[in-house]
């Protein structure tokens, strides 16, 4: 049985990156919030622009699995790093460790915090697994204008965009932000918009670590 009090979990990046420092970026937001586990990360190759939509997961999907088969055999849980959940059904049924993605996951965490939802993500719009999570408590979307892709998030006109985009989702009357790409952890800024706007922007890479870490917790019969 996994160890409640210490938790090895793969991060699976689906965006390319050179620097180890970058890849474990998510990691490391994870092990902040959640002291009990240990991260392990690695990115899947030749995708130097992620998974920006639906057309690209298609291509990307068979590197997600093989590297989920490698990473699953030394951690306790796996999270799939991206919105689009690319081939978390599949490595779940697959492997004999939970798999978990970010877009379920912040989709989970956002109808736990209100009933008004808005999504935030790429010029693609929201992702369709994303969407019907929410069913009919998505209130609004908006995209980051100019992110046709993740790497525009981290740059200082993207996170510009963030802020403008996540306070029309609040003009327009919703009651919590779910963003819709992790590249948006990556861009820093959503806890600080959390806290000026006053409506809660949930972060994805932290909602995927809450599912997972869940997900391992033993199930216990209470007597009635």
Do not use: Q
Request: glycine share 10%; net charge negative; hydrophobic share 40%.
């Amino acid at each position: 049985m996994t160890n409640p009090d210490h938790i090895e979990m793969g991060v699976l990046r689906v965006l390319t990156l050179d620097d180890p420092e970058d890849v474990s970026h998510h990691g490391r937001v994870i092990e902040r919030h959640f002291p009990g586990v240990d991260t392990t990360s690695r990115c899947i190759p030749d995708h130097p622009d992620g998974i920006p939509d639906v057309e690209s997961e298609a291509d990307a999907v068979p590197y997600v699995e093989e590297l989920g088969r490698e990473m699953a055999a030394d951690v306790d849980v796996l999270g799939v790093s991206c919105a689009l959940d690319p081939a978390v059904d599949s490595l779940d049924a697959d492997l004999d460790v939970p798999v978990v993605g970010a877009g379920a996951s912040v989709a989970a965490a956002a109808l736990a915090r209100g009933d008004r939802v808005g999504t935030l993500g790429l010029e693609s719009g929201t992702p369709p697994n994303v969407a019907d999570l929410l069913g009919d408590r998505l209130a609004a979307s908006e995209t980051v204008v100019g992110a046709d892709t993740t790497n525009f998030l981290t740059t200082d006109g993207g996170r510009k965009a963030i802020r403008a985009s996540v306070e029309r989702l609040a003009d327009a009357g919703c009651d919590v932000v779910a963003p819709s790409c992790t590249g948006l952890t990556t861009s820093g800024v959503l806890a600080d918009l959390g806290d000026s706007l006053e409506i809660p922007v949930v972060d994805p890479v932290v909602a995927m670590a809450a599912v997972g870490t869940t997900a391992l917790l033993p199930t216990e019969s209470v007597a009635e």
